[in-house]
């Protein structure tokens, strides 16, 4: 419990953040007279310092200086306000003028003082006020949250009303949509519910619609939605799913949570059955109420072919002409794949320091000889969808690294990487990484020439199978980043927990931090964030000279994108190579390399 909350031993944890040790010295003492023995102090002198200090245990209140050996001006704030959102922070600073007080005020700082004129024995008064201030406003948010949840939530069985549903639905597909990804829907309608509310009163059928709420919600992953549509209605949003099996795998887990008896009370136990139906973006609709129609229409079809004695047809809303146009397109597809349609285009990524490559992703492209160069976002989804994944990754993965081989051959002491992205489907694949180390080992491959690039909700979704499969890869030598970083929901503490050597900045926040003060600031923290914790970050979608130099300030200074050079086919890199050559060896390595 911290100070803001009411800690009850009265202590005040405390976190002095500042570089200069006569400054951090009278800081301290001051505190100390004020505060006594109810304060834990502690103390760094860096922003890495602080932000590791922050995720070692619980802080009350921040007293910061912004010119930092490692951050200077509101990138420190906001590197602090990113660990600790919720934390009070007052600047103690040396440099402070009114505009930069104003912004700082803005992102976050409860008080702007100047040591030039504010004597710190003034400080820890000002700290008090910012606890409380605080206390304060996390009781009218906690207020605000409570009257929102009721407005929200069926208050029954607390789970997401209506409106709440829809509005995730809506933001899923609209996600699918512009990446490329599918959503799926089960429509849950319990069978014989009206006889048993009307026969044992409608106490008893309450219960039975919380217990059936609990049961949904321990069955479906952490990331789906579960809401009350009314009367004895459920919905389950599944986001990002991969393919049908994904739904139609749910589906069965959620019928049999139901079959184990519902304990009514006095003694009294029912079974209840449902029926359930599902559907997925975008073949079945690309709409909230289309994919609700279309899991509608599937639920009644379930129920009425189990009550005439026989199994259904495919419990999904899915019409017979789409289902023959994705078959199309699957064959269509398969073709592509044996005939060597596909072929993996390669862009760089530049240390701008050396203007030398160290490294490049592995792209996909499918030139088809009829429609031309097809989009990947075209086809991804689908052979993702149809499992096609799992082999026109093996081809990916087998390519780059045979191409990484003759790259470090042809430049000796290269130490160039090459970043194949992988997909849930080969992530969730029974002994993937088995068969990693086995191209790694057909090709000839060192194992720190490859890099695995994953996606946030990838491994999240997955849960701890995903984390396991993560750590056999890295135990072959292989280093993992995270794609796309910010847009997803990884966490610190998976950050902490999954065995990654960085992370990319995803190019939504690059493209715009010179136009954004708020994009700035939020490439500003990460890059921090992964020097405070020891990663490797790379910034993606890097177009033009001033984005790359303002990332250079920030001491980003390994980047990607059209700048430098899109991604080409293998036999076009030669011409790369010339305008950045590939990185070498360090002296010291070499050495120990061949020692």
Same mark, same amino acid.
């Given at each position: ?62 007293? $910061? ?86 407005? /929200?939530?069926? @208050?029954? =069985? ?24 599918? =959503? ?34 321990? /069955? ?34 959620? $019928? ?29 609709? =690309? ?26 047809? @495919? ?70 969808? *149809? ?55 057909? =090709? ?10 994953? *996606?946030?909700?990838? !491994? ?15 135990? $072959? ?47 500003? !923290?990460?890059?921090?964030? !992964? ?25 980003? /200074? ?22 950045? @050559? ?14």
């Amino acid at each position: 419990m911290s100070a803001a909350d009411g800690r009850a031993d009265g202590m005040i944890r405390v976190l002095l953040v500042d570089n200069e040790e006569g400054d951090a010295a009278r800081s301290a003492a001051a505190l100390g007279d004020a505060f006594g023995s109810r304060m834990a102090l502690v103390h760094a002198a860096t922003l890495a310092d602080a932000i590791r200090l922050l995720m070692e245990g619980p802080v009350d209140v921040a007293m $910061l200086e912004l010119d930092l050996p490692d951050a200077s001006g509101l990138a420190t704030l906001a590197g602090v306000r990113g660990a600790a959102p919720s934390m009070p922070i007052v600047l103690y600073t040396r440099t402070l003028d009114d505009s930069t007080a104003v912004r700082a005020l803005r992102v976050g700082a409860q008080e702007c003082l100047c040591k030039d004129t504010t004597p710190v024995e003034h400080v820890p008064r000002l700290l008090r006020f910012a606890i409380e201030r605080q206390r304060h406003l996390a009781a009218l948010d906690a207020a605000r949250v409570a009257a929102a949840h009721r407005a /929200t939530h069926d @208050p029954l =069985t607390g789970l997401a009303n209506r409106g709440l549903f829809l509005d995730h639905l809506d933001r899923a597909l609209a996600f699918g949509a512009r990446y490329g990804r599918k =959503t799926g829907l089960l429509f849950v309608d319990l069978d014989g519910f009206k006889l048993i509310n009307d026969s044992l009163g409608h106490a008893v059928g309450d219960r039975l619609l919380v217990e059936v709420a609990q049961r949904l919600l321990g /069955t479906v992953r952490r990331s789906d939605a579960v809401a009350r549509l009314g009367g004895d209605e459920f919905v389950v949003l599944l986001p990002d799913v991969n393919s049908r099996l994904d739904v139609a795998h749910v589906r069965e887990m959620i $019928l049999g949570c139901l079959t184990e008896p519902i304990d009514l009370g006095d003694g009294r136990f029912e079974r209840i059955a449902a029926s359930v139906g599902g559907a997925m973006s975008p073949l079945d609709g =690309t709409t909230a109420q289309e994919l609700l129609d279309a899991s509608d229409v599937a639920m009644y079809r379930d129920k009425y072919a189990r009550r005439r004695g026989r199994m259904p047809t @495919p419990v999904f809303g899915l019409r017979v002409q789409d289902e023959t146009i994705a078959h199309q397109r699957e064959e269509r597809l398969r073709a592509a794949l044996d005939a060597g349609e596909l072929a993996v285009h390669y862009q760089p990524q530049v240390d701008v320091t050396t203007q030398r490559i160290v490294g490049l992703e592995a792209l996909l492209r499918w030139h088809d000889p009829d429609l031309g160069m097809v989009a990947p976002s075209s086809f991804l989804p689908l052979a993702e969808d *149809t499992g096609l994944i799992v082999p026109i990754g093996d081809l990916v993965l087998r390519e780059a690294c045979a191409a990484a081989v003759s790259w470090r051959r042809e430049h000796k002491d290269s130490e160039m990487r090459v970043g194949v992205n992988l997909s849930a489907v080969q992530l969730r694949e029974k002994g993937f990484e088995q068969r990693v180390s086995r191209i790694l080992e057909d =090709t000839g491959c060192p194992a720190d020439a490859l890099v695995l690039e994953l *996606t946030e909700s990838s !491994a999240l979704y997955e849960g701890d199978q995903a984390l396991d499969t993560l750590r056999a890869i890295r135990e $072959l030598g292989i280093q993992l980043v995270v794609d796309d970083f910010g847009v997803g929901f990884a966490s610190l503490a998976f950050l902490r927990e999954a065995p990654l050597a960085g992370f990319k900045i995803d190019r939504r926040f690059v493209s715009r931090m010179l136009t954004d003060e708020r994009d700035f600031a939020i490439v500003s !923290a990460l890059v921090t964030l !992964a020097r405070g914790l020891g990663l490797h970050v790379v910034a993606e979608g890097v177009e033009t000279l001033e984005q790359s130099q303002r990332l250079a300030s920030l001491m980003c /200074t390994e980047q990607q994108g059209h700048f430098f050079s899109p991604a080409v086919p293998l036999q076009a890199l030669a011409q790369v190579f010339r305008a950045h @050559p590939p990185a070498v060896m360090s002296m010291s390595r070499r050495t120990r390399a061949t020692a």
